[in-house]
Each structure stands twice: as structure tokens, then as C-alpha cells.
């Protein structure tokens, strides 16, 4: 069972449409991070979410962290090729511990 | 700047064989760890480390021994390689031994055990 769910865990859809992406738990995590990963590469940082309720932007992506610090949501403003890649979550586990959700596969088609 | 740099990218190995993935970061960062990567599995941690000499379990540790000698290095030992160990293994660094920092990853080491 995975500690952080992902959802969906695969989407395509066409250039211009708007999407969310959802990284849901049971248990609470001092912070959440959003990972992009493209194929052959490793992950790289997206954004770090620390306060319950905070929301931050990254010109056309919007990410939210929730109130309960139990989930958190990516949303993407008219998708482009460009966006195409494996999204990761992962929640802080205690001091020294990053566990990651298994991922949600993006395919944007032109 | 180098970052985090993994060898080797691709290996094959025999049921039963042993073998070492080398993890060299050139960052100063005192937290390392370790990842598998399994398709729609995400990333489970094997063993972490918070700086030279320190190491620990992660989530799948069973069949993998980590050491931290110097703060450059984290190698990753199969003592005996089984096909189940099969995966895309990563590296990654943090500047602080802590999880809420930025974790820079390597490029990855893709394992066959065959």
C-alpha cells in the first residue's frame, strides 16, 4: 500500500486543456514536494509546500497544499507539449525520511 | 558543477552475482539516500545517510548495504543480485539531513538481473 496515492495515474490529453493532478493520504506530512521526471533523467524539484492551505504558482502550474497537510493538488493552466513527463509527489516522513507517490504519467498532445 | 553522478547507467547481472552502484555528489550536501524505481511503484527509499559515517534503513532495505566513508560517496551494494532486484536505481543528495530540503538526483542506474 502506498503511503502517498496518486491520481490519475496516467492522463492525456490535448495541447490548451486545463488539468489536476491529485496526491492523496492518510497520514500528515510536514511538507510536500512536486517532482517532474522526464525519460532517462532523474527527478528534478518542481516546488516544496510547507503551510496547510498554501498555494503557489509556477507561471501556468498552481500547486496546493491542504489544510490537514494530508494531500495536495497540482494543477496545470493550458497544457503544452512541453508539460509531457512523469509528476511525482513526495511527503516528508519524520525528520530524515522523503517517500514519493507512484507518479502520474502526463502525455500532452499537440 | 557535476551534481550527482551515477555509475554505471546500465548493467546486467547473473542471479546470484554481486556488484556496487557508485554515487559521487561534489555539492558539500550532508544527506544521501538511495531509490529504486519500479513501474507504477514511484520511488521507495533503500537506505539514506545524514552524513559521513551514518546510515540507515529506508522502506526495501533487504538485500542492499549502503556506507558513508566521506561526504562525496554513497555506494550502493547487492551482496547477491536476484531478479526481483531488477529496477532503475537512484541517487540523491541533500543539503541538509533533512527531508524537507531539495533532494538532487543522478541520472539513474538501470539494473538487469537476469
Known amino acids: 500500500t502506498q503511503l502517498l496515492e496518486q491520481s490519475p495515474q496516467f492522463l492525456s490529453i490535448q495541447e490548451g486543456e486545463n488539468l489536476t493532478v491529485y496526491c492523496n493520504s492518510s497520514?500528515?506530512?510536514?511538507?510536500l514536494q512536486w517532482y517532474r521526471q522526464e525519460p532517462g533523467e532523474g527527478p528534478v524539484l518542481l516546488v516544496t509546500v510547507v503551510t496547510g492551505g498554501e498555494v503557489k504558482k509556477l507561471k501556468r502550474l498552481t500547486f496546493q497544499f491542504g489544510d490537514a497537510r494530508k494531500d495536495s493538488s497540482l494543477h496545470i493552466t493550458a497544457a503544452q507539449p512541453g508539460d509531457t513527463g512523469l509528476y511525482l509527489c513526495a511527503g516528508a516522513q519524520g525528520a530524515q525520511k522523503l517517500v514519493f507517490g507512484q507518479g502520474t504519467r502526463l502525455t500532452i498532445n499537440p | 558543477n557535476a551534481g550527482v553522478t551515477q555509475t554505471p547507467k546500465f548493467q546486467v547481472l547473473k542471479t546470484g552475482q554481486s556488484m556496487t552502484l557508485q554515487c559521487a555528489q561534489d555539492m558539500n550536501h550532508e544527506y544521501m539516500s538511495w531509490y529504486r524505481q519500479d513501474p507504477g511503484m514511484g520511488l521507495r527509499l533503500i537506505h539514506y545517510s545524514v552524513g559521513a559515517g551514518i546510515t540507515d534503513q529506508g522502506e526495501v532495505p533487504n538485500g542492499y548495504n549502503v556506507s558513508r566513508s566521506t561526504t562525496e560517496d554513497f555506494p550502493l551494494r547487492l551482496l547477491s543480485a536476484a531478479p526481483s532486484q531488477t529496477s532503475v536505481y537512484f541517487c540523491a543528495s541533500s543539503y541538509r539531513a533533512t527531508a524537507n530540503t531539495e533532494a538532487f538526483f543522478g541520472q539513474g542506474t538501470r539494473l538487469t538481473v537476469v
Open positions: 497520514s500528515v506530512f510536514s511538507s
